[in-house]
């Protein structure tokens, strides 16, 4: 039982435009959101987070939307950029509980 | 660089054998995570060690073990390996118990023929 799901395996965006990665959960107890980067052949980096007592959470180029009515999350990358591509992932907590993660998004940014 | 360090890098092995799996964390660190990622799948949380105490456990098989040594590195012990253990395992630490951001390692990638 999956309970952070990335339904999107992959996703291509051109260069300059916005790149939107998606995440859905199913665990109301979760009170905190993560996005992770991971390059081939690295371990994951973390990129940004969320509380779920906001609903935004803004860091540069990315932003994360949280609808927790809908438990979904979103990933904004405004512009992208080539050396945005990447594997997303999605993660999730409640309390010190350790993380739970997705499966992951590819994003292909094309020059 | 995230600071944490694994070794080896790569691994392959037979089934049937035992690996050891080397973690340390960031200087000042605590807590040393280790997950599991097999092909497309996300990162399964296995366990976690804050200052050489079991602090949590996943879903980490009976044939596999970890502890933390006092000088705060990790190992992750995986005995009577199957073909589907195959996977690249990645360690992460925190300077707490579980709130802070966590920081990886670069990963092993292990492969059981």
């Known amino acids: 039982d999956q309970q952070v799901k990335q339904n999107s395996p992959s996703l291509s965006v051109q260069e300059g435009r916005i790149s939107i990665l998606n995440c859905d959960y199913t665990?109301?107890?979760?009170?905190?959101f993560l996005w992770y980067k991971k390059y081939p052949a690295e371990g994951p980096t973390f990129l940004i987070s969320?509380?779920?007592?906001?609903d935004k959470n803004e860091d540069g180029r990315f932003t994360v939307f949280l609808n927790k009515s809908a438990k979904h999350l979103s990933l904004h990358i405004v512009p992208s950029q080539p050396g945005d591509s990447a594997v997303y992932f999605c993660?999730?907590?409640?309390?010190?509980?350790?993380?739970?993660f997705g499966k992951g998004t590819r994003l292909s940014v094309i020059a | 660089d995230s600071g944490v360090t694994q070794t080896p890098k790569h691994l392959i092995t037979a089934t049937g054998q035992r690996v050891t799996l080397r973690c340390s964390p960031r200087?000042?660190?605590?807590?040393v995570y280790w997950y599991q990622q097999s092909l497309d799948q996300g990162l399964q949380f296995l366990i976690q060690?804050?200052?050489?105490?079991?602090?949590a456990k996943g879903n980490i098989l009976e044939r596999f073990s970890a502890q933390q040594f006092p000088d705060l590195h990790s190992e992750l012990n995986l005995s009577s390996l199957e073909l589907g253990d195959s996977a690249l395992y990645f360690c992460?630490?925190?300077?707490?118990?579980?709130?802070?951001?966590?920081?990886f390692g670069p990963g092993t990638r292990l492969l059981v023929l």
């Open positions: 665990n109301s107890m979760f009170d905190y």
């Open positions: 993660a999730a907590r409640s309390g010190n509980t350790p993380l739970v």
């Open positions: 992460a630490s925190t300077s707490g118990q579980g709130k802070e951001t966590q920081y």
């Open positions: 969320i509380s779920s007592i906001k």
């Open positions: 200087s000042g660190d605590l807590s």
């Open positions: 060690y804050y200052n050489g105490e079991e602090r």
